[in-house]
């Protein structure tokens, strides 16, 4: 094996923490891509505590030229080996079923600078070897994804599947995204996908959801060839509410005042007492209210969840329906006369209505009254003169 560079461990902090981590991510690699040597484009980390420092030597047998010392002709030559050998190792990663192996050989390929590639001229073959892979530094400003600008990788589409919190597909959902200094907005379709055309490969993409202008539920994305991305879009549904009174009867036309955050809303009950407050996030508060003589009345607390009838009580006068008002009542005037057409005093009348039975005597004028008559009562009457 030959020593390709020699870094002083103070001088470098690595994406995966100690120089023995290192060293066991290489050690992976090479169990990983056993065969087709796919990971001989980094140089193997060899921690010396005595000197408390990393060698990085090569398995690539030739001469070993910086980078920075080689001739325009030979830089082109090295750029297109880098090329050549990192798309070879992503195409290999692309055959696992999960994408992490491709998202670590991303972050394998950081380097700090030009510095930390090297040219392994052999008899006849030529190969690009990488130390300090996996570099993070401290250096205000230093550039990210260094080795992917130098190699120019190519550009691709992102497809993103929209989902919600629930796993459940999200169409129609509105994110905006930020990439390579630019803004784009798009809309989930019905097979609840967005598409991002002719992105950088290993380019950052950062998404975001609003609401009255306030940036939400946000997240990230490296664009990887064959990349899979899953978007998590927030849960809003429609709430709905049903109006009570203390007697569980349905209460129409009931106006309700909901808080939701910062947004407040007024609605009415309809005529089977709902209220429906529109594109609530699961999982939120929701405060209700009436206001009465300025006054807030009934108050209730929510949490919105799915599959939920949320029951708003008031307390509420029954109104009680008219009593039925008594028809007038009348008194019955009788008159007993005699053939003759003379009136007869002390006549005994007997009188049936209603099953009832009432017996009266005339007056010196022949006169009696059946008094508090209901109009239309059937009255039968029979006088009989005494003797």
């Known amino acids: 094996m030959a020593i390709v560079d020699r870094k002083k461990i103070e001088n470098i902090r690595y994406l995966f923490g100690s120089p023995s981590t ?8 090479k169990r990983t891509f056993p065969e087709g040597k796919e990971y001989l484009i980094f140089a193997e ?5 005595d000197t408390n420092s990393i060698l990085w030597s090569t398995e690539h047998k030739g001469n070993i030229i910086n980078f920075q010392k080689l001739s325009p002709t030979d830089q082109s030559i090295a750029k297109r080996l880098l090329k050549k050998s990192i798309q070879a190792l992503l195409q290999a990663a692309g055959t696992y079923e999960t994408d992490e192996l491709t998202e670590f050989i991303y972050n394998c390929i950081e380097i700090p600078s030009m510095e930390n590639i090297f040219l392994v001229r052999g008899d006849g073959e030529d190969n690009v070897v990488l130390s300090e892979w996996g570099f993070i530094s401290d250096a205000p400003g230093m550039e990210k994804g260094l080795l992917a600008k130098i190699i120019n990788v190519k550009r691709v589409d992102m ?10 597909p999200a169409p129609n959902q509105k994110f905006f995204f930020e990439f390579e200094d630019q803004s784009q907005t798009h809309i989930s379709d019905a097979n609840a996908q967005i598409t991002l055309l002719e992105v950088k490969v290993d380019e950052e993409v950062k998404t975001y959801q609003k609401e009255d202008e306030g940036i939400l539920n946000p997240q990230s994305f490296i664009c990887y060839e064959n990349g899979k991305y899953k978007l998590i879009a927030i849960l809003k549904i429609d709430m709905p509410f049903t109006v009570l009174n203390q007697n569980d009867q349905i209460v129409p036309n009931c106006t309700f005042t909901f808080e939701n955050n910062s947004n407040t809303t007024t609605l009415t009950s309809d005529e089977n ?3 429906i407050l529109p594109q609530i996030k699961v999982g939120d508060q929701v405060n209700a209210y009436q206001t009465i003589n300025e006054e807030k009345k009934f108050e209730h607390s929510f949490i919105c969840e799915k599959d ?8 509420q006068e029954i109104e009680q329906p008219p009593a039925k008002e008594e028809p007038p009542k009348y008194d019955m005037k009788f008159k007993v006369v005699d053939k003759k057409g003379n009136p007869v005093a002390n006549a005994n009348v007997k ?37």
Do not use: H, W
């Not at 290192?22 to 690699?29: A, C, G, K, L, P």
């Not at 980390?45 to 505590?49: K, L, S």
């Not at 039975?357 to 010196?364: H, S, Y």
């Open 308 to 315: 939920k009838d949320n029951i708003l009580k008031i307390k």
């Open 351 to 387: 009188i049936k209505y209603n099953g009832k039975t009432v017996e009266k005597v005339t007056d010196e004028n022949g006169y009696t009254i059946l008094d508090g008559m209901k109009p239309n009562t059937k009255v039968k009457v029979k006088a009989i003169k005494k003797k």
């Open 273 to 275: 007492g709902k209220i």
């Open 22 to 29: 290192v060293n066991s991510r290489y050690n992976q690699m």
């Open 159 to 168: 497809v993103f599947d929209v989902i919600f919190e629930d796993e459940q």
């Open 45 to 49: 980390p060899i921690f010396v505590p």
